[in-house]
């Protein structure tokens, strides 16, 4: 029998990017389906975290993610442009986001069609895999097309339903924080929460013990 998961997810998160194909493999490994589960990042749902958070926080978190992407071997540069706007120095999200509300809704129009996971796959390589000004020119057609998808389609469905995406994703945002945990990645099995790309693991063997098997 198929098991069922839920990632929960963002295109600002480096650290959904390095798990990503991890999730991808999984699915190509195991009897599983891992429904995508798009949310808002940190730095829109709480516009001041970055202000308020502790000096240390942000250098580490640069370190931490190129030191884990070597380790992995995993392409890693910083995103140009980053999805948020934000001023490094002083941590401020600007008010004028053009990137994050696009990315996100075309995201969950993607999972709509049971292709969240290979979209967020395909677009992550492009954004924290060294893809300059990847927003220009036929990147994110050409993404779309690798995911088994049409950017034009996804697009019409932002501008026409942005409303009803919005809600699903806000309701994302409460099944995460309802499953335990607040963070992304998140992958929840069985309704335990697994933060984390170094948590995935953990994740397989709980849901072996479920009966989890290789395809």
């Not at 290979?118 to 492009?126: G, I, L, P, Q």
Request: charged share 25%; with cysteine.
């Amino acid at each position: 029998m198929t098991l069922q998961a839920d990632v929960y997810w963002s295109f600002r998160s480096p650290y959904s990017y390095l798990a990503t194909r991890r999730y991808v493999a999984l699915t190509q490994t195991y009897d599983l389906q891992i429904n995508q589960r798009f949310v808002y990042p940190l730095a829109i749902r709480e516009p001041d975290f970055f202000e308020k958070n502790h000096p240390n926080w942000l250098g580490y978190v640069f370190k931490d993610i190129f030191r884990v992407a070597q380790y992995m071997d995993i392409p890693m540069a910083p995103p140009n442009p980053d999805p948020i706007v934000q001023d490094i120095a002083t941590r401020k999200i600007a008010d004028d986001q053009p990137h994050i509300f696009l990315l996100t809704r075309m995201g969950q129009a993607a999972s709509r069609r049971g292709k969240g996971l290979e979209f967020a796959d395909e677009v992550s390589r492009m954004i924290w895999g060294g893809t300059a000004d990847w927003n220009v020119g036929d990147h994110m057609q050409q993404a779309a097309a690798r995911a088994g998808l049409d950017l034009a389609e996804l697009k019409a469905e932002t501008e026409s339903d942005a409303g009803k995406l919005d809600q699903e994703i806000a309701d994302n945002q409460k099944a995460l924080e309802a499953s335990g945990h607040w963070g992304v990645p998140t992958l929840v099995f069985d309704g335990e929460p697994f933060f984390g790309q170094d948590r995935i693991d953990l994740a397989v063997w709980c849901m072996e013990q479920k009966g989890l098997q290789k395809r």
